[in-house]
T-cell receptor, first 116, second 114 residues
Framework: KNQVEQSPQSLIILEGKNCTLQ??????????LRWYKQDTGRGPVSLTIMTFSENTKSNGRYTATLDADTKQSSLHITASQLSDSASYICVVRDAYSGAGSYQLTFGKGTKLSVIP | DSGVTQTPKHLITATGQRVTLRCSPR?????VYWYQQSLDQGLQFLIQ???????AKGNILERFSAQQFPDLHSELNLSSLELGDSALYFC?????????????FGQGTRLTVV
């Protein structure tokens, strides 16, 4: 069964500090992995997407890494800001077979709180 | 603003009832996705439509159904509602059915079943 596990479940950091969120998956065959940011009560917004061949991708202060061999991804946030307080969701898509339908597997998210 | 419009924003209904949630995708987007997010739970993929046809199915209950109309808007029908169906329901759209295109999410419909 495809699974995506995220850790930690929640995290509190001081403004200006860095942090790293983890995502481990068992989705196979793998197509891509996306990190979303979801503010409370709002729809998720994509931060990065990574395919099998990509190891690192940055979006401003957000840097995602992917190790397809160990099936692990991380999201590193640099110089955190109060506006980074949100849930960060890891989503893995399996490869579209063409004959059937693909599946998206969502992690439960890491709730990040940045405090002054 | 993602360009995806969901209505209504809030809905309160009684158990056993039926409701319809509506989603208007971004202009030109052919794919529509529905998700459920229960309190303190992660997003659950329900179903995807591409240009009017069902393309992918997730953890969607038999009491739930969806469709995508010729103008590409989509509706999610929830029937015989139970207390456990209370959740945020998100719709997302993307420009096609490619491997890497981003899906843009609406603001969600908060359904409360009492």
């Amino acid at each position: 069964k495809n699974q995506v596990e995220q850790s930690p479940q929640s995290l509190i950091i001081l403004e200006g500090k860095n942090c790293t969120l983890q995502c481990n998956y068992t989705v196979s065959p793998f197509s891509n992995l996306r990190w979303y940011k979801q503010d409370t009560g709002r729809g998720p917004v994509s931060l990065t997407i990574m395919t099998f061949s990509e190891n690192t991708k940055s979006n401003g202060r957000y840097t995602a890494t992917l190790d397809a061999d160990t099936k692990q991804s991380s999201l590193h946030i640099t110089a955190s800001q109060l506006s980074d307080s949100a849930s960060y969701i890891c989503v893995v898509r399996d490869a579209y077979s063409g004959a059937g339908s693909y599946q998206l597997t969502f992690g439960k998210g890491t709730k990040l709180s940045v405090i002054p | 603003d993602s360009g995806v419009t969901q209505t209504p924003k809030h809905l309160i209904t009684a158990t056993g009832q039926r409701v319809t949630l509506r989603c208007s995708p971004r202009s030109g987007d052919l794919s529509v996705y529905w998700y459920q997010q229960s309190l303190d739970q992660g997003l659950q993929f329900l179903i995807q439509y591409y240009n009017g046809e069902e393309r992918a199915k997730g953890n969607i209950l038999e009491r739930f159904s969806a469709q995508q109309f010729p103008d590409l808007h989509s509706e999610l029908n929830l029937s015989s509602l139970e207390l456990g169906d209370s959740a945020l329901y998100f719709c997302a759209s993307s420009s096609g059915d490619p491997m890497n295109t981003e899906a843009f999410f609406g603001q969600g419909t908060r359904l409360t079943v009492v």
